[in-house]
């Protein structure tokens, strides 16, 4: 179903509310990464220039009531100076003081409510809370799509009763770009799943078998298929429990006559610690465990690269934290960024891997979603995208 974009809405004297994805990494009450606010920068300029004021509303954290530490406080700082105006902090995300405070937002100002979740009615979707976030407000942008995957009242409810709903700037790209990698994309396509569990990226297995040309397996979840097919894998990390299902998703692979590797050389160590340090082995002794692909396993994951024209990348290949343990992923993911294909790399620990290369300015898409983005590839709805349908 079509979705609104906010480039189609006249913005003209309207209170905007938009759904931003603020849960940013907090150190010392200072953000340490302000990646997720930056992305959402564009689509509150975009307000402000088309003559509307913008009510912001997000999430941080898992607070258990109202948690001080939990104050979107430094955020409300960080955006009056990427802003360049002020953005107060309104006492709460519903209440007669924040209503009031609304009501008194003229065009081009800004308005920080604080922590959604707050309030249990923000995760239970609850449609007396959902009236009272959009009370006073005559349109709703998403543009959080890290949360796209949750029906809450933020995402969900709240859209019953605004005039207007449309997705916001960063929502569309994130959209666009997903579709690009799911719907006809170009073909060689090549899939490189890692991190720890293969528990995690089953549905997205499932889904992309029949979509991709090459599947390339990295991280921890490649213990769980090597054991599956028989390999020693030491002190691994292993998911005994879901052997059988990657023995099943191999076969899958194969009857789909896909190429699907595995690490053939492995950087081990006696633990995942910062301070340790790696070799390479071709079979893992017994007191050893797997934090890296090798060298050989490197050149062959970057031999199936050449010449792709869609690339997906979710999860980091090895122990990345140390960088004793972090050159597969960097070595990969620097073919993958040079590569020229379409290229979208997803999840949090993904991003995080790479954020400081030179080269990483060069991938097709970041996303911004870690849990929506993988229901997205598994073909599942997202609730916050249907939401936005017209």
């Known amino acids: 179903m079509p979705i609104c974009a906010i480039s189609s809405l006249d913005l003209r004297s309207k209170k905007v509310l938009v759904r931003c994805d603020f849960n940013v990494p907090l150190k010392g009450g200072q953000i340490s990464d302000p990646h997720r606010?930056?992305?959402?920068?564009?689509?509150?300029?975009?307000?402000?220039?088309?003559?509307?004021?913008?009510?912001?509303?997000?999430?941080?954290?898992r607070p258990k009531g109202r948690m001080?530490?939990?104050?979107?406080?430094?955020?409300?700082?960080?955006?009056?100076?990427?802003l360049k105006i002020e953005v107060p902090l309104a006492p709460d995300c519903v209440g007669n003081a924040t209503d009031r405070m609304v009501a008194s937002l003229r065009a081009g100002q800004v308005l920080l409510l604080e922590n959604l979740r707050f309030h249990p009615e923000e995760e239970a979707n609850d449609s007396g809370f959902a009236q009272d976030l959009a009370r006073g407000k005559s349109v709703y942008v998403n543009d959080a799509f890290g949360t796209a995957h949750r029906a809450h009242a933020s995402t969900v409810g709240v859209v019953r009763f605004v005039a207007e709903k449309a997705a916001g700037l960063l929502m569309m790209r994130e959209l666009?770009?997903?579709?690009?990698?799911?719907?006809?994309?170009?073909?060689p396509y090549v899939l490189i799943m890692g991190g720890a569990k293969v528990s995690d990226k089953i549905g997205v297995l499932r889904n992309m078998i029949p979509k991709v040309d090459t599947i390339l397996i990295g991280g921890a979840m490649a213990y769980t298929f090597l054991k599956a097919r028989g390999v020693a894998t030491g002190k691994s990390l292993v998911e005994d429990k879901k052997l059988d299902v990657a023995r099943e998703l191999e076969a899958e692979a194969n009857r789909n006559k896909l190429v699907f590797l595995l690490p053939t050389d492995h950087v081990v160590a006696d633990a995942p610690s910062e301070g340790a340090t790696g070799r390479v082995v071709t079979e893992i002794p017994t007191d050893k465990m797997g934090l890296d692909i090798g060298p050989r396993t490197v050149a062959e994951f970057i031999t199936h690269l050449k010449g792709a024209k869609t690339i997906v990348w979710n999860g980091p290949l090895g122990y990345f934290e140390s960088p004793a343990f972090a050159q597969g992923t960097l070595k990969v993911g620097e073919a993958v960024a040079l590569s020229g294909a379409m290229s979208l790399l997803g999840g949090g620990d993904t991003e995080?891997?790479?954020?400081?290369?030179?080269?990483?300015?060069?991938?097709?898409?970041i996303s911004t979603g870690g849990g929506a983005t993988l229901e997205y590839l598994e073909g599942r709805e997202l609730p916050g995208v249907q939401a936005l349908e017209q």
């Open 37 to 61: 606010i930056d992305a959402s920068l564009p689509t509150i300029r975009y307000i402000l220039d088309h003559g509307g004021s913008a009510v912001l509303c997000s999430h941080l954290g």
């Open 68 to 82: 001080p530490q939990l104050s979107l406080k430094p955020v409300a700082e960080y955006l009056s100076l990427a």
């Open 176 to 187: 666009e770009a997903l579709r690009a990698v799911t719907d006809n994309a170009s073909r």
């Open 352 to 365: 995080a891997a790479v954020a400081k290369a030179p080269w990483v300015s060069r991938f097709t898409h």
